[in-house]
C-alpha cells in the first residue's frame, strides 16, 4: 500500500539507579522505545471494514455520496476521494470484493469523467488523484484543466494576509477569455491549501507545468505563519492554534513546495534541509492535538464523511503517494 499510516511512538523509559552510602551513583540507564507491532492481519481487516463502508456508499450512477451535507456541495470531491481510497486498497483485497472494488472504481472514474466538476478547490484535487492513479496519459487534458483552476485560485498578493492560501471556490476560464487572476473569494485556510497543492504535484507529475510563482507564494506562506512551537493551525481567523493533523498536512506540503522549486538539473536530489521543515517535525512532538479532522465517524450503512474529515485522512496519506518524493 502506497499510502502509509502516521505513528506515534509512546516513550517508555525506565531509570534505574542504587544510591548506597558506601558506593557512588550509579550511571542512568535509558532502555530504547520499542513501537507497538500491529499485526498485518489486523490491518487487512481493518481496510476490508472501510473498503465495505465506502462500497455501500456509491450511487447508481457512479458517484459516491460520503455524507448528505458534503455530498450536496461536493459530489466529485466525495466520488474522486472515495475513488482514490479504493484504488490504494485494493491490491490488499482478495476474492470477490477485490472484484466488486475493481467495479467501483470503473463506474467512479466513469462519473469523473462524463460530467462537470463543481468548482471547488477539494473537488478539483479529488479529481486529479484518481486520474492520475488510473492513467495520467489517458486523462492528462482533464487533469490539466483541474490544475489550471486550482493554479487561477490561489490568493495572490492583493490579498497579502492570504497570499499562497487556497479557499473553497475557484473559477474557470470562460470562453475564449486569455487570463483570469485571483482567487473568487476573501478566505483563506490550511486545509484547503494542503489539498490544493496535493493535487497540483500529480498534475505536474502528469506533464501540467505548474507556475513556479504558485509554489513560491505556497512556501512562503507556510514560512510566514508557522507558530513558534513548529506547528500550524487552520486559519487565521478561525481556529488558529496548531493542531497535529494541520501540523502535519503543512509541514509535508512545505516539503514539498521545496522539492518542486529545485532547479531540473537537480530534480533527483532531495531538496536541502529546511529549518522550518525541522521545526515542523518538532511541532510534532508537541502538539498532541488532532483538531477537529482528527475523528472520521462512520455508520453501519456507510461511511459519513464531512469535508473536515478530508484532512486526516489524506494528512496521512499524502506521504505515501509521493513515491519516495517529498516525504519528512
Known sequence: MRSRAVMYLAATVALSATVCAQEP????EVEPAVPKVIPLEVIQRGIAARVDLILAAQREDGSFNLGD?????????????????????????KGERRTRVFEAIRKGLSYLTQRRHELKTYS??????????????????RIGAAAEMLCLGQHDKTRPALT??????????????RRVVGAVETWG?????????????????????????????????????????????????SRPQPS?????????????????????????KPPRTDPHVRGGLSGLSTTGTPGH???????????????????????????????GHARV
Open 69 to 93: 451535507k458534503v455530498y450536496v456541495v461536493y459530489p466529485f470531491g466525495s466520488t474522486g476521494l472515495a475513488v482514490t481510497a479504493l484504488q490504494y486498497a485494493r491490491p490488499h483485497l
Open 293 to 323: 479532522s482528527a475523528a472520521i465517524p462512520t455508520d453501519s450503512t456507510r461511511s459519513n464523511v464531512s469535508a473536515f474529515s478530508w484532512d486526516a485522512r489524506t494528512s496521512a496519506g499524502t506521504t505515501g503517494t509521493t513515491k
Open 189 to 237: 485556510d490550511n486545509s484547503n491549501t494542503q489539498i490544493a497543492l496535493l493535487g497540483l504535484y500529480f498534475a505536474q507529475r502528469a506533464g501540467f507545468q505548474v507556475p513556479r510563482a504558485v509554489w513560491l507564494r505556497a512556501r512562503d506562506h507556510y514560512r510566514r505563519t508557522q507558530s513558534r512551537t513548529g506547528g500550524w493551525g487552520y486559519a487565521d481567523r
Open 164 to 177: 499562497g492560501m487556497w479557499g473553497y471556490n475557484l473559477r474557470a476560464r470562460s470562453g475564449r477569455q
Open 124 to 141: 478539483a484535487a479529488f479529481v486529479i488523484l484518481p486520474l492520475y492513479a488510473d492513467s495520467p496519459t489517458r486523462h492528462r487534458k
Open 244 to 268: 497535529l493533523n494541520m501540523t502535519i498536512a503543512g509541514t509535508i506540503s512545505l516539503n514539498l513546495c521545496n522539492e518542486m522549486l529545485l532547479k531540473p538539473t537537480t530534480q533527483c
Open 25 to 28: 551513583p550509579r550511571r542512568l
